[in-house]
């Protein structure tokens, strides 16, 4: 099979050294957020990572804003190394391909991955604008906002890499009016979606069971605007003990995304907005299926006091066609029970420059992928590129789907 270039609807940028120093309005520039190299060990906190200074530790480049540090880690830019030699330690910028951080070394490394385009989740504001809603100084909070998302529009995504480079930008998570201003802002300006919480509550929201949300959703629909809801956007992961292995998180960090599902399905959400399209990226699928089923059976089962009764008017899995994405890199489970979802709503991604990403052999894999769950050619094109290519209305940067000749018969 000839699979065509592939469209990827989740990867990353480590973000370059003067984003924020050169974005950012004067006044704040002396609080701006920077890196400093130091020295020192990564110290676990509840919702993210921060660096410690200690002469006994490694050197790592660390992001310092607001009484933050974040230190860049190995897990976050390590894209095509040896696996089995990877750690979730501090590194440098250094020691970090350039294809993570500079605009024509990441286009190079697409050309050579079989890729098109790709939509780019930020790390130093963590998947959803995390670090700038800690911020207590708002104004500040506002403006590092702002500034990420006019150099992701304009610089990353802009000149030679327009069409290639996809922006999803953030909101100002701490205020919904405030948030809808800032889609509309951007949407002027080319942007294709938004970052957003798996779970609002976990970081002190509202959730999406609330109506608190809705100047932010009727933005989304009147400018066409994604909400991408990223593992690990709620600043939690799946621990099962104190003493759990990491595998244990790794292997469950979908749990986020399936939290989320049903969230929205049971929301109402979808009533109120009819055209709002969601994205849970990086989550994987073959989950889906199943969870559909049984949200439907318990919603009949449990009618009398199932708390819905005035927030949806049918079965809730009948509100995914249409308005879920689900967003896979290698899940054969999920394409072998694909007549189970809306085939048109499932999306590749590649997870560049992360390490657990398939760069730099994303073509192979795809197309073991292909052939282990035996897909058509015009499957392929619509898992690969197509529909992606609906989802975020990409005609728009003169992206074309990808066109499967129909077979001739003799």
């Given at each position: ?49 921060n ?35 990877l ?57 590092a906002v ?63 069971h ?12 009147e ?44 929301s ?11 994205a ?61 979802l ?22 192979e894999?795809?197309?073991?992928l ?41």
């Amino acid at each position: 099979m000839d699979i065509p270039k592939i469209i990827s609807v989740d990867d990353h940028v480590i973000e370059p050294l003067h984003v924020w120093q050169e974005w950012m309005p004067k006044k704040f520039a002396d609080r701006a957020p920077r890196v400093e190299r130091m020295t020192g060990r990564m110290k676990k906190l509840p919702r993210r990572f921060n660096f410690v200074e200690d002469p006994d530790g490694k050197p790592a480049d660390v992001w310092v804003f607001d009484g933050l540090a974040m230190p860049i880690n190995e897990g976050v830019a390590s894209a095509g190394g040896d696996r089995s030699k990877l750690s979730n330690g501090p590194m440098l910028y250094d020691d970090i391909q350039p294809a993570a951080y500079d605009r024509t070394a990441r286009l190079a490394a697409m050309d050579s991955n079989h890729t098109e385009a790709s939509l780019c989740f930020p790390n130093f504001p963590r998947f959803c604008g995390q670090t700038f809603l800690e911020c207590e100084d708002r104004e500040l909070g506002l403006a590092a906002v702002q500034a990420y998302n006019n150099w992701m529009i304009e610089e990353w995504c802009g000149d030679e890499a327009y069409g290639r480079l996809l922006p999803v930008t953030l909101i100002p998570l701490w205020d919904a009016e405030l948030a809808a201003v800032e889609v509309r802002r951007c949407a002027e300006k080319g942007n294709t979606s938004i970052a957003f919480s798996e779970s609002p509550p976990a970081l002190g929201l509202p959730s999406v069971h609330t109506d608190y949300w809705d100047p932010l959703w009727r933005a989304c629909v009147e400018t066409g605007t994604v909400v991408n809801m990223h593992i690990g956007s709620s600043s939690t992961f799946p621990r099962t003990g104190p003493d759990s292995p990491m595998l244990t998180m790794l292997t469950l960090v979908h749990e986020g995304s399936q939290r989320a599902l049903v969230d929205w399905l049971c929301s109402g959400v979808f009533e109120r907005f009819e055209a709002l399209r969601i994205a849970l990226s990086e989550g994987e699928v073959g989950w889906m299926p199943f969870l559909l089923d049984r949200i439907d059976y318990t919603w009949r089962g449990h009618q009398g006091y199932a708390g819905v009764e005035d927030r949806i008017t049918r079965a809730p899995s009948s509100y995914f066609e249409g308005h879920v994405y689900g967003c896979l890199v290698d899940d054969p489970v999920a394409l072998e029970s694909r007549h189970r979802l809306p085939f048109e709503q499932l999306m590749y991604e590649i997870d560049f420059p992360h390490g657990d990403s398939t760069f730099p052999r994303t073509r192979e894999s795809a197309e073991k992928l292909i052939a282990d769950s035996g897909l058509s050619d015009v499957e392929a094109a619509q898992l690969l590129r197509n529909n992606a290519i609906g989802c975020y209305r990409l005609e728009r940067f003169g992206i074309e789907p990808a066109h499967v000749p129909t077979p001739s018969v003799a």
